[in-house]
């Protein structure tokens, strides 16, 4: 059976409980404790970021500090598993983390939806019954929806429903979170490109977990520029040969690529002249 308790965000400081390292339970429960309960603002460096609720700014250094854990590794480590298993987002910002936890605002406001219509019920219980069929249909409907789905609905009026489906598979390859804050972000940068669908398959096909639109500019206009290969040449073949059985040192290629001097211990000689030298007769 699945219930909820109230345990006030002061636990953590009780003077009753020794000081001493906290388990991953305790430090996920910290997170949440810790985490705005309404939208705020942090200063990181010189500028102000808005912090939503159920999100707070951090360093390693705290949580490592805060937690009693040894090293700031283990943060890490425990940080990625979190947002593996989709329980949080994380964004680095000038040297500090935001960590946003998953569905924070769902069960807050399910919370103070259930604590408001208990005090309505008490307040009009020998007048009137209140309507609680809209907010219980909202609820059973946010309930319904998956991190995956809510990643899909943000690009789905961009991509097709294959491609996406091979970015969520590529995410979890890279161990990305497949959620819908990731997918804005991704979505933002896929508006600008000017083919979203080839900007998702260079994203996949360069292993790139995220993606910015001028990695994409870079790549197109860099093969853009890249001159044709040069058509292989029957004076290729045969330079090649003769390298291989070490008639010719490794040398660069002139420009006339058919016939050319190449160097061997009998001097400069034309590369095609090599077949008919009765010195080299076991050559070929």
Same mark, same amino acid.
């Given at each position: 059976?699945?219930?909820?308790?109230?345990?006030?965000?002061?636990?953590?400081?009780?003077?009753?409980?020794?000081?001493?390292?906290?388990?991953?339970?305790?430090?996920?429960?910290?997170?949440?404790?810790?985490?705005?309960?309404?939208?705020?603002?942090?200063?990181?460096?010189?500028?102000?970021?808005?912090?939503?609720?159920?999100?707070?700014?951090?360093?390693?250094?705290?949580?490592?500090?805060?937690?009693?854990?040894?090293?700031?590794?283990?943060?890490?480590?425990?940080?990625?598993?979190?947002?593996?298993?989709?329980?949080?987002?994380?964004?680095?910002?000038?040297?500090?983390?935001?960590?946003?936890?998953?569905?924070?605002?769902?069960?807050?406001?399910?919370?103070?939806?259930?604590?408001?219509?208990? *005090?309505?019920? $008490? /307040?009009?219980?020998?007048?009137?019954? =209140?309507? @609680?069929?809209?907010?219980?249909?909202?609820? %059973? #409907? &946010?309930?319904?929806?998956?991190?995956?789905?809510?990643?899909?609905?943000?690009?789905?009026?961009?991509?097709?429903?294959?491609?996406?489906?091979?970015?969520?598979?590529?995410?979890?390859?890279?161990?990305?979170?497949?959620?819908?804050?990731?997918?804005?972000?991704?979505?933002?940068?896929?508006?600008?490109?000017?083919?979203?669908?080839?900007?998702?398959?260079?994203?996949?096909?360069?292993?790139?977990?995220?993606?910015?639109?001028?990695?994409?500019?870079?790549? *197109?206009?860099? $093969? /853009?520029?890249?001159?044709?290969?040069? =058509?292989? @040449?029957?004076?290729?073949?045969?330079?090649? %040969? #003769? &390298?291989?059985?070490?008639?010719?040192?490794?040398?660069?290629?002139?420009?006339?690529?058919?016939?050319?001097?190449?160097?061997?211990?009998?001097?400069?000689?034309?590369?095609?002249?090599?077949?008919?030298?009765?010195?080299?007769?076991?050559?070929?």
């Amino acid at each position: 059976m699945s219930r909820w308790i109230r345990v006030q965000t002061s636990i953590f400081d009780h003077e009753l409980f020794q000081s001493e390292p906290l388990t991953e339970r305790e430090a996920w429960l910290w997170l949440i404790a810790n985490a705005a309960w309404k939208s705020t603002r942090h200063r990181v460096g010189a500028d102000m970021h808005i912090v939503p609720a159920g999100s707070l700014f951090v360093t390693l250094r705290q949580l490592q500090t805060a937690w009693k854990w040894k090293s700031d590794y283990r943060v890490r480590s425990f940080l990625k598993l979190l947002e593996k298993e989709e329980m949080i987002v994380s964004e680095t910002n000038a040297g500090k983390t935001q960590v946003t936890i998953c569905n924070y605002s769902y069960y807050q406001e399910a919370e103070r939806t259930e604590n408001a219509r208990a *005090t309505q019920e $008490k /307040r009009t219980k020998d007048t009137s019954t =209140p309507n @609680t069929s809209s907010l219980r249909s909202d609820v %059973e #409907a &946010r309930a319904r929806t998956t991190p995956k789905q809510d990643f899909v609905s943000e690009l789905s009026d961009l991509l097709d429903a294959e491609t996406i489906e091979a970015i969520i598979d590529h995410r979890r390859k890279k161990r990305a979170p497949i959620t819908a804050r990731a997918a804005k972000l991704l979505a933002n940068e896929l508006r600008k490109c000017a083919d979203p669908r080839a900007a998702a398959d260079m994203m996949i096909l360069h292993g790139w977990q995220g993606l910015k639109a001028e990695w994409v500019e870079n790549r *197109t206009s860099s $093969k /853009r520029n890249d001159p044709p290969p040069k =058509p292989r @040449t029957i004076g290729d073949a045969i330079r090649d %040969e #003769a &390298r291989r059985h070490g008639v010719l040192r490794d040398e660069p290629d002139s420009e006339n690529r058919g016939f050319h001097s190449e160097g061997y211990s009998g001097g400069n000689v034309r590369v095609l002249d090599l077949a008919f030298k009765p010195a080299l007769k076991s050559f070929g």
